[in-house]
């Protein structure tokens, strides 16, 4: 228990530490009285061009937050980001993490359950290092849909294996299934699903309200982890694992043309061209 708070303190330590190196944007500097900080902004961040952000500055400074709210764009983003959260807690996520070592040992894998929990939790800190490289050369839409296309196929094999596994067939002889599925699982969401989601909704929202609307699509987002969580065991005792499973990869399908027809592109688009987009 104490090597497990120790491993806690590390987080936060890492916050505390780089919080104060961390370079506020453009559009935040042009709105605040740091307004001679904007150049300086605008050379790190080349694709900001300073005209267009006193436009957007000015428009955001001439609406009520009502007039905000009323707007279609602001509803489509609204809408947008609910959704991706809902997708991304449909997957399974939270489940899968909270309960590896459960499912590891009603699967009767090969390896002792808490060291297939070890080997995920290192793949999943491994692969929390693709994204950031690979966002802005891919674009936001294309990762999110072969995170749901890995999610899929992951959380399928998943479920044959536990629905065999669960009407007496012989699985000795594949037992690799669960920690292979899983791992390719863990992957496919860091990739996509994981990240994307909040860093889609920081990008649609404008400033004056953002910190409301991500707040209120946060907090849902929380609500869903804490009621799947909560459940996934009781469900899955009464449905068979196998089934919980094939529900998380039919809300990955669900994603895919959601993906393809609604959100946003935002990769290379200045905040203007964004809400342009959702306006239309």
Same mark, same amino acid.
């Given at each position: %228990?104490?090597?497990?708070?120790?491993?806690? !303190?590390? @987080?936060?330590?890492?916050? #505390?530490?780089?919080?104060?190196?961390?370079?506020?944007? $453009? &559009?935040?500097?042009?709105?605040? $009285?740091?307004? +001679?900080?904007? =150049? /300086?902004? /605008?050379?790190?961040?080349?694709?900001?061009?300073?005209?267009?952000?006193?436009? +957007?500055?000015?428009?955001?400074?001439?609406?009520?937050?009502?007039? #905000?709210?009323?707007?279609?764009?602001? =509803?489509?983003?609204?809408?947008?980001?609910? #959704?991706? %959260?809902?997708?991304?807690?449909?997957?399974?996520?939270?489940?899968?993490?909270?309960?590896?070592?459960?499912?590891?040992?009603?699967?009767?894998?090969?390896?002792?359950?808490?060291?297939?929990?070890?080997?995920?939790?290192?793949?999943?800190?491994?692969?929390?290092?693709?994204? @950031?490289?690979?966002?802005?050369?891919? *674009?936001?839409?294309?990762?999110?849909?072969?995170?749901?296309?890995? %999610?899929? !196929?992951?959380?399928?094999?998943? *479920?044959?294996?536990?629905?065999?596994?669960? &009407? +007496?067939? +012989?699985?000795?002889?594949?037992?690799?299934? $669960?920690?292979?599925?899983?791992?390719?699982?863990?992957?496919?969401?860091?990739?996509?699903? *994981? $990240?994307?989601?909040?860093?889609? %909704?920081?990008?649609?929202?404008?400033?004056?309200?953002?910190?409301?609307?991500?707040?209120?699509?946060?907090?849902?987002?929380?609500?869903?982890?804490?009621?799947?969580?909560?459940?996934?065991?009781?469900?899955?005792?009464?449905?068979?694992?196998?089934?919980?499973?094939?529900?998380?990869?039919?809300?990955? #399908?669900?994603?895919?043309?959601?993906?393809? /027809?609604?959100?946003?592109?935002?990769?290379?688009?200045?905040?203007?061209?964004?809400?342009?987009?959702?306006?239309?």
């Amino acid at each position: %228990m104490t090597f497990n708070l120790i491993l806690a !303190i590390f @987080p936060g330590i890492f916050l #505390v530490l780089f919080y104060f190196l961390a370079q506020e944007s $453009p &559009h935040y500097y042009n709105s605040s $009285p740091k307004y +001679d900080l904007t =150049i /300086l902004a /605008l050379e790190i961040n080349k694709e900001n061009e300073l005209i267009d952000l006193e436009r +957007d500055i000015k428009e955001e400074r001439a609406e009520t937050f009502s007039d #905000v709210w009323k707007s279609k764009g602001l =509803i489509k983003a609204f809408i947008i980001s609910i #959704v991706l %959260m809902t997708f991304q807690q449909f997957s399974g996520i939270n489940a899968v993490l909270f309960y590896s070592q459960s499912i590891f040992q009603e699967a009767h894998t090969t390896l002792e359950p808490a060291v297939c929990s070890i080997i995920i939790g290192c793949v999943q800190f491994g692969t929390s290092f693709v994204t @950031p490289p690979l966002v802005d050369r891919l *674009g936001r839409k294309i990762l999110l849909v072969f995170s749901a296309i890995g %999610m899929i !196929i992951s959380e399928v094999h998943l *479920g044959v294996y536990t629905y065999l596994k669960d &009407h +007496d067939k +012989d699985v000795s002889s594949i037992s690799f299934v $669960p920690i292979i599925c899983l791992m390719l699982y863990i992957i496919s969401f860091n990739s996509g699903f *994981g $990240p994307l989601p909040w860093t889609i %909704m920081g990008e649609l929202f404008p400033s004056k309200v953002k910190s409301i609307a991500s707040s209120l699509t946060a907090s849902f987002s929380w609500f869903l982890a804490f009621l799947i969580t909560k459940y996934f065991k009781p469900v899955s005792e009464s449905i068979g694992m196998g089934s919980s499973f094939f529900i998380f990869s039919a809300c990955c #399908v669900i994603s895919i043309p959601f993906c393809i /027809l609604y959100v946003v592109e935002t990769k290379g688009k200045s905040f203007q061209e964004i809400q342009t987009a959702l306006n239309r």
